[in-house]
C-alpha cells in the first residue's frame, strides 16, 4: 500500500527514478562491504547509477515545468 500512494502522489516516472537513485545509492554505500567480501568494486557503478537517475529526473522535471507553462498559455 505505501508505494500506491507514492506512485498517487508523485507519479510513476518520479517513482522510477527515485528507485534508480536508491539503487545506485545502496550500491555506492555497499562498496566497502563487497570489496572486502567478494572483491567487488562497485563504486564506479553505484556512482553512475545514481547520476543516470539524477539526470533522468532533471529532465523529466525541465519537461514537465515546460508542459505546465504551455498548459497555462493555452488556457489564458
Known amino acids: 500500500m505505501p508505494m500506491k500512494k507514492l506512485v498517487e502522489k508523485s507519479g510513476k516516472y518520479n517513482t522510477a527514478t527515485f528507485i534508480i537513485m536508491g ?10 562491504l563487497l570489496l572486502w567480501l567478494f572483491d567487488l568494486d562497485s563504486d564506479i557503478i553505484g556512482l553512475l547509477i545514481f547520476l543516470i537517475g539524477l539526470i533522468m529526473w532533471i529532465v523529466g522535471f525541465i ?3 515546460i508542459r505546465n507553462k504551455k498548459g ?5
Open 23 to 32: 539503487v545506485g545509492l545502496i550500491l555506492f554505500l555497499l562498496t566497502p
Open 63 to 65: 519537461v514537465r515545468k
Open 72 to 76: 497555462r498559455q493555452k488556457n489564458d
